[in-house]
């Protein structure tokens, strides 16, 4: 009966350490996603600001050159208010990288809430176990880091339901020039 139950606390034992090794993985997976969506962003609002520049260096062009038109030379004022609308066009939809940054913000705070039920879950494994031969105690540890990981998981789930709500003072202007 002993040596069932040391086999059996054995089996336990390494079963508990296959899921800490799968937690720290997935932990280690997500912290490289995190870091990615948080380039990603820093170059979105880089390659953002040069475009809205350049949009607005153009225009302001355009508008100084509608307004005066050097005597004896064609006046194209007409097709400078074509391409203006054209800039402003693309301004526009330049400004969705507003909502872009929301959606990436939003992934990162489902990512950092599945880090930390997953280091949650790790604390709970690392705390030793009372009577490492009995395999109750194994599995109860087992449990408590899948309970932890399952609340995690239904967490994500619950955030990618929720409606992204605009934060009012990380949003983008909405000036076109």
């Not at 953002?48 to 062009?61: I, N, Y």
């Not at 007409?78 to 402003?88: K, M, Q, R, T, W």
């Not at 709970?124 to 408590?144: T, Y």
Request: aromatic letters at 2%; a negative charge; glycine letters at 6%.
């Amino acid at each position: 009966m002993a040596e069932q139950q040391a086999n059996g606390a054995g089996e336990a034992a390494q079963a508990a350490n296959l899921l800490v090794t799968v937690a720290e993985s997935l932990n280690e997976r997500l912290a490289l996603t995190a870091g990615e969506l948080a380039r990603s962003q820093v170059m979105l609002r880089e390659a953002s600001g040069e475009l809205m520049t350049a949009f607005r260096g153009a225009a302001d062009r355009l508008v100084a050159a509608q307004r005066s038109v050097p005597p004896g030379t064609v006046d194209r004022r007409a097709e400078y208010g074509v391409v203006l609308d054209h800039l402003y066009r693309a301004v526009e939809h330049l400004q969705s990288h507003d909502l872009v940054n929301q959606l990436i913000d939003a992934q990162k705070q489902r990512v950092d809430g599945m880090r930390q039920k997953l280091e949650e879950a790790l604390t709970l494994a690392s705390a030793p176990v009372a009577d490492p031969k009995r395999p109750d105690q194994w599995i109860e540890r087992s449990r408590a880091m899948l309970d932890c990981i399952v609340a995690g998981i239904r967490q994500m789930d619950e955030d990618a339901r929720a409606p992204v709500h605009k934060d009012k003072a990380s949003a983008g202007s909405v000036d076109l020039f």
